[in-house]
Antibody, heavy 122, light 108 residues
Framework: EAHLVQSGPEVKKPGESLKISCHGS????????IAWVRQMPGKGLEWMGI????????RYGPSFQGQVTISADKSIATAYLRWSSLKASDTAMYYC???????????????WGQGTLVTVSS | SYELTQPPSVSVSPGQTARITCSGD??????GYWYQQKPGQAPVLVIY???ERPSGIPERFSGSSSGTTVTLTISGVQAEDEAHYYC???????????FGGGTKLTVL
Protein backbone atom coordinates (compact mmCIF):
# COMPACT_ATOMS: atom_id res chain seq x y z
CA GLU A 1 0.00 0.00 0.00
CA ALA A 2 1.32 3.42 -0.98
CA HIS A 3 2.21 5.70 1.91
CA LEU A 4 3.19 9.36 1.63
CA VAL A 5 4.75 11.18 4.59
CA GLN A 6 5.29 14.93 4.45
CA SER A 7 7.69 17.16 6.33
CA GLY A 8 6.53 19.07 9.39
CA PRO A 9 4.85 22.47 9.79
CA GLU A 10 6.79 25.59 8.90
CA VAL A 11 6.61 29.19 10.10
CA LYS A 12 8.42 31.65 7.85
CA LYS A 13 8.71 35.37 7.20
CA PRO A 14 7.80 37.02 3.89
CA GLY A 15 10.70 36.92 1.47
CA GLU A 16 12.23 33.78 2.93
CA SER A 17 12.74 30.60 0.93
CA LEU A 18 11.27 27.22 1.79
CA LYS A 19 11.36 23.63 0.54
CA ILE A 20 8.91 21.04 1.86
CA SER A 21 9.08 17.34 1.17
CA CYS A 22 6.98 14.24 0.57
CA HIS A 23 8.47 10.78 1.04
CA GLY A 24 6.86 7.81 -0.66
CA SER A 25 7.01 4.20 0.49
CA UNK A 26 5.26 0.89 -0.14
CA UNK A 27 5.44 1.17 -3.92
CA UNK A 28 7.84 1.90 -6.78
CA UNK A 29 8.20 5.67 -6.29
CA UNK A 30 9.93 6.10 -9.64
CA UNK A 31 6.96 5.13 -11.81
CA UNK A 32 4.06 7.09 -10.30
CA UNK A 33 3.34 10.79 -10.66
CA ILE A 34 3.27 12.93 -7.49
CA ALA A 35 1.12 16.07 -7.35
CA TRP A 36 1.06 19.02 -4.96
CA VAL A 37 -2.27 20.48 -3.87
CA ARG A 38 -2.82 23.73 -1.98
CA GLN A 39 -5.63 24.40 0.47
CA MET A 40 -5.77 27.93 1.82
CA PRO A 41 -7.45 28.43 5.22
CA GLY A 42 -11.15 27.64 4.96
CA LYS A 43 -10.95 27.22 1.20
CA GLY A 44 -11.02 24.46 -1.41
CA LEU A 45 -8.40 22.33 -3.11
CA GLU A 46 -6.12 23.74 -5.83
CA TRP A 47 -3.86 21.65 -8.06
CA MET A 48 -0.42 23.23 -8.16
CA GLY A 49 1.47 20.83 -10.38
CA ILE A 50 2.90 17.38 -10.76
CA UNK A 51 6.22 15.58 -11.17
CA UNK A 52 7.16 12.19 -12.59
CA UNK A 53 10.08 10.99 -10.45
CA UNK A 54 11.39 8.66 -13.15
CA UNK A 55 12.54 11.46 -15.44
CA UNK A 56 11.57 14.61 -13.47
CA UNK A 57 8.97 15.61 -16.08
CA UNK A 58 7.06 18.45 -14.39
CA ARG A 59 3.81 20.25 -15.17
CA TYR A 60 2.36 23.29 -13.41
CA GLY A 61 -1.13 24.68 -12.96
CA PRO A 62 -1.73 28.04 -14.68
CA SER A 63 -1.81 29.91 -11.35
CA PHE A 64 1.39 28.39 -10.05
CA GLN A 65 3.74 28.47 -13.04
CA GLY A 66 6.74 30.59 -12.05
CA GLN A 67 5.59 30.83 -8.43
CA VAL A 68 6.90 27.51 -7.13
CA THR A 69 9.29 24.75 -8.18
CA ILE A 70 8.33 21.10 -8.04
CA SER A 71 11.00 18.43 -8.15
CA ALA A 72 11.79 14.87 -7.10
CA ASP A 73 14.79 12.80 -6.06
CA LYS A 74 14.04 9.23 -7.01
CA SER A 75 17.12 7.95 -5.20
CA ILE A 76 15.48 8.77 -1.87
CA ALA A 77 11.84 8.47 -3.02
CA THR A 78 11.08 12.09 -2.17
CA ALA A 79 9.23 14.87 -3.96
CA TYR A 80 9.67 18.55 -3.14
CA LEU A 81 7.82 21.83 -3.34
CA ARG A 82 9.98 24.94 -3.18
CA TRP A 83 9.44 28.68 -2.88
CA SER A 84 12.25 31.18 -3.47
CA SER A 85 10.46 34.12 -1.86
CA LEU A 86 7.41 33.47 0.28
CA LYS A 87 4.42 35.79 0.55
CA ALA A 88 1.79 35.99 3.26
CA SER A 89 -0.68 34.67 0.69
CA ASP A 90 1.31 31.40 0.57
CA THR A 91 -0.07 30.56 4.02
CA ALA A 92 -1.90 27.27 3.47
CA MET A 93 -1.95 23.53 3.97
CA TYR A 94 -0.04 21.74 1.23
CA TYR A 95 -0.70 18.12 0.33
CA CYS A 96 1.21 15.73 -1.87
CA UNK A 97 -0.76 13.01 -3.61
CA UNK A 98 -0.02 10.05 -5.86
CA UNK A 99 -1.60 9.27 -9.22
CA UNK A 100 -2.25 5.51 -9.27
CA UNK A 101 -1.78 4.92 -12.98
CA UNK A 102 1.43 4.34 -14.90
CA UNK A 103 0.21 5.65 -18.25
CA UNK A 104 -1.92 8.47 -19.56
CA UNK A 105 -2.45 11.91 -18.08
CA UNK A 106 -2.14 11.84 -14.27
CA UNK A 107 -5.67 13.10 -13.65
CA UNK A 108 -6.51 11.81 -10.16
CA UNK A 109 -4.95 10.74 -6.87
CA UNK A 110 -5.50 7.70 -4.67
CA UNK A 111 -2.98 8.27 -1.87
CA TRP A 112 -2.40 11.54 -0.03
CA GLY A 113 0.16 12.78 2.44
CA GLN A 114 -0.94 14.12 5.82
CA GLY A 115 -0.34 17.71 4.73
CA THR A 116 2.24 20.34 5.63
CA LEU A 117 0.99 23.59 7.15
CA VAL A 118 2.99 26.59 5.97
CA THR A 119 2.48 29.87 7.80
CA VAL A 120 4.04 33.03 6.40
CA SER A 121 3.86 36.00 8.72
CA SER A 122 6.02 38.95 9.63
CA SER B 1 -10.63 29.84 -17.85
CA TYR B 2 -12.12 26.37 -17.41
CA GLU B 3 -14.07 25.77 -14.19
CA LEU B 4 -15.92 22.99 -12.42
CA THR B 5 -19.05 24.23 -10.65
CA GLN B 6 -20.53 22.61 -7.54
CA PRO B 7 -23.32 23.76 -5.20
CA PRO B 8 -21.83 25.21 -2.01
CA SER B 9 -23.99 23.09 0.25
CA VAL B 10 -26.35 20.11 0.35
CA SER B 11 -28.36 18.99 3.36
CA VAL B 12 -30.08 15.65 3.92
CA SER B 13 -31.51 13.68 6.81
CA PRO B 14 -29.94 10.36 7.84
CA GLY B 15 -31.05 7.50 5.62
CA GLN B 16 -31.95 9.76 2.72
CA THR B 17 -30.10 10.05 -0.60
CA ALA B 18 -27.71 12.91 -1.21
CA ARG B 19 -26.82 14.01 -4.71
CA ILE B 20 -23.97 16.41 -5.38
CA THR B 21 -23.51 17.73 -8.90
CA CYS B 22 -20.47 19.09 -10.71
CA SER B 23 -20.70 20.88 -14.04
CA GLY B 24 -17.98 21.59 -16.57
CA ASP B 25 -17.79 22.03 -20.32
CA UNK B 26 -15.10 19.34 -20.77
CA UNK B 27 -16.90 16.67 -18.75
CA UNK B 28 -18.50 15.02 -21.80
CA UNK B 29 -14.94 14.11 -22.86
CA UNK B 30 -13.16 13.85 -19.52
CA UNK B 31 -13.70 11.62 -16.50
CA GLY B 32 -14.90 13.05 -13.22
CA TYR B 33 -13.46 12.15 -9.83
CA TRP B 34 -14.73 12.75 -6.30
CA TYR B 35 -12.98 13.27 -2.99
CA GLN B 36 -14.31 13.39 0.55
CA GLN B 37 -12.56 15.65 3.05
CA LYS B 38 -13.40 15.74 6.75
CA PRO B 39 -12.14 18.55 9.00
CA GLY B 40 -8.44 18.31 9.75
CA GLN B 41 -7.94 15.37 7.40
CA ALA B 42 -6.48 14.84 3.96
CA PRO B 43 -8.89 14.22 1.08
CA VAL B 44 -9.95 10.64 0.30
CA LEU B 45 -10.80 9.42 -3.21
CA VAL B 46 -14.35 8.04 -3.20
CA ILE B 47 -15.14 7.79 -6.94
CA TYR B 48 -12.84 7.64 -9.97
CA UNK B 49 -13.45 7.56 -13.70
CA UNK B 50 -17.03 8.81 -13.26
CA UNK B 51 -18.43 5.75 -11.49
CA GLU B 52 -15.69 3.45 -10.18
CA ARG B 53 -15.37 2.97 -6.44
CA PRO B 54 -11.94 2.39 -4.84
CA SER B 55 -11.57 -0.57 -2.54
CA GLY B 56 -12.65 0.23 0.97
CA ILE B 57 -15.23 2.84 -0.06
CA PRO B 58 -18.77 1.86 1.03
CA GLU B 59 -21.22 0.77 -1.66
CA ARG B 60 -23.55 3.64 -0.76
CA PHE B 61 -21.19 5.92 -2.69
CA SER B 62 -21.78 5.93 -6.45
CA GLY B 63 -21.09 8.20 -9.38
CA SER B 64 -22.65 8.96 -12.73
CA SER B 65 -22.10 11.18 -15.73
CA SER B 66 -24.46 12.83 -18.18
CA GLY B 67 -23.41 15.51 -20.63
CA THR B 68 -21.61 18.33 -18.89
CA THR B 69 -22.50 17.09 -15.39
CA VAL B 70 -21.10 14.41 -13.13
CA THR B 71 -22.99 13.44 -9.98
CA LEU B 72 -21.94 11.88 -6.70
CA THR B 73 -24.78 9.96 -5.05
CA ILE B 74 -24.70 8.82 -1.44
CA SER B 75 -27.53 6.42 -0.70
CA GLY B 76 -28.67 5.92 2.87
CA VAL B 77 -26.59 8.82 4.17
CA GLN B 78 -25.01 8.30 7.56
CA ALA B 79 -23.83 10.89 10.06
CA GLU B 80 -20.23 9.95 9.29
CA ASP B 81 -20.72 11.10 5.68
CA GLU B 82 -20.88 14.73 6.77
CA ALA B 83 -17.89 16.32 5.03
CA HIS B 84 -16.79 18.48 2.14
CA TYR B 85 -16.90 16.81 -1.26
CA TYR B 86 -14.78 17.96 -4.20
CA CYS B 87 -15.14 16.99 -7.81
CA UNK B 88 -12.06 16.97 -10.00
CA UNK B 89 -11.23 16.54 -13.66
CA UNK B 90 -8.72 17.50 -16.28
CA UNK B 91 -8.87 20.19 -18.93
CA UNK B 92 -9.68 19.17 -22.48
CA UNK B 93 -6.04 19.21 -23.60
CA UNK B 94 -4.67 17.22 -20.65
CA UNK B 95 -2.58 20.20 -19.56
CA UNK B 96 -3.71 20.53 -15.98
CA UNK B 97 -6.00 19.22 -13.28
CA UNK B 98 -8.66 21.26 -11.57
CA PHE B 99 -11.02 20.88 -8.64
CA GLY B 100 -14.52 22.13 -8.16
CA GLY B 101 -15.11 24.61 -5.38
CA GLY B 102 -16.40 21.94 -3.02
CA THR B 103 -19.79 21.08 -1.50
CA LYS B 104 -20.43 20.94 2.21
CA LEU B 105 -22.70 17.96 2.94
CA THR B 106 -24.66 18.43 6.15
CA VAL B 107 -26.45 15.49 7.72
CA LEU B 108 -29.39 16.95 9.62
Amino acid sequence: EAHLVQSGPEVKKPGESLKISCHGSGYNFTTYWIAWVRQMPGKGLEWMGIVYPGDSDTRYGPSFQGQVTISADKSIATAYLRWSSLKASDTAMYYCARHPGTSGFPAYFDSWGQGTLVTVSS
Amino acid sequence: SYELTQPPSVSVSPGQTARITCSGDALPKKFGYWYQQKPGQAPVLVIYKDNERPSGIPERFSGSSSGTTVTLTISGVQAEDEAHYYCQSGDISDSYVLFGGGTKLTVL
